[in-house]
């Protein structure tokens, strides 16, 4: 299954489903750094909210999209995790490491918001 | 109480297919959410090494039932290249597939009992447990 991905201003706002397949995620890897060009967006948001199992390869898979979308110029952040899908990750041993993480969809928002509002008041220099 | 399924593994669909099949025998047992999702992640790791390994074995699912405590058993088998260091498998961090070499040591803490036996050229058969708090 496609995840959807909203375009919304200058973000992607990707909506992870629950039940995610490898090649799912390699999916999504692909429209989000394909869309991320065409829209010239400056972020990418991954909402992992209905997410119900972070196994090894949706943490790399996750890890190389923000890494790969900070290559090209925007940043990605993550949001949603529930808190059973992130203890399950700590036993696991996954850690994210350098990827950005919020709350949820509008903590994520908010993020991107505040970054605008301090590039424009840095413009009026 | 000997409810079991059988699930073939052949593609990454059937990772899934896995996970879902015990979510739903898993059910009638006092699991929480965090639980439950503990045991699908296990699964996952579990059945993905089938898929990247062997390319192909299946993971069995068994309700079980000791003194008044009821659990489940996962059971994922292959006859695929075996494992030719056990021990080294199951260090944080080893990997011989470029993957992040977390997947037996992990599933090992994800679940209450985890037993491997590998024999190189003959399979991997990983036996693990969860049981009701």
């Known amino acids: 299954m496609r ?3 909203l375009k919304q201003g ?9 039940s995610m397949t490898d090649a799912d995620l390699i999916q999504l890897r692909d429209d989000l750094v394909s869309g991320v060009r065409r829209h010239r967006s400056v972020g990418v948001i991954v909402d992992v909210t209905l997410l119900d199992v972070m196994d090894s390869f949706a943490a790399r898979m996750l890890r190389s999209i923000a890494q790969m979308i900070k290559l090209l110029g925007a940043e990605a952040i993550l949001v949603g995790i529930q808190p059973e899908v992130a203890f399950s990750m700590v036993q696991l041993g996954l850690t994210l490491e350098g990827t950005m993480t919020a709350l949820d969809l509008e903590e994520g928002l908010a993020f991107f918001a505040a970054k605008e509002a301090a590039e424009a008041a840095g413009d009026d220099r | 109480m000997t409810a079991e399924i059988v699930v073939p593994i052949r593609s990454d669909a059937d990772i899934l297919l896995a996970r879902q099949r015990a979510r739903a025998l898993a059910q009638p047992l006092k699991f929480s959410t965090s639980e439950l999702t503990l045991i699908a992640t296990a699964i996952s790791e579990m059945a993905r090494n089938i898929v990247t390994y062997a390319g192909k074995g299946e993971v069995l699912l068994r309700l079980e ?3 008044a405590r009821s659990g489940i058993t996962i059971v994922a088998r292959d006859s695929g290249p075996g494992i030719a260091d056990i021990a080294r498998a199951m260090e944080d961090g080893f990997s011989t597939s470029r993957g992040l070499g977390l997947g037996l040591p992990g599933s090992k803490r994800l679940m209450d009992e985890f037993d491997i036996v590998s024999a190189v050229g003959r399979g991997t058969t990983i036996t693990m447990t969860k049981w009701e708090r």
């Open chain 1, 3 to 5: 995840t959807p991905i």
């Open chain 1, 10 to 18: 200058k973000l992607l706002i990707a909506s992870v489903q629950d």
């Open chain 2, 65 to 67: 039932r000791r003194a």
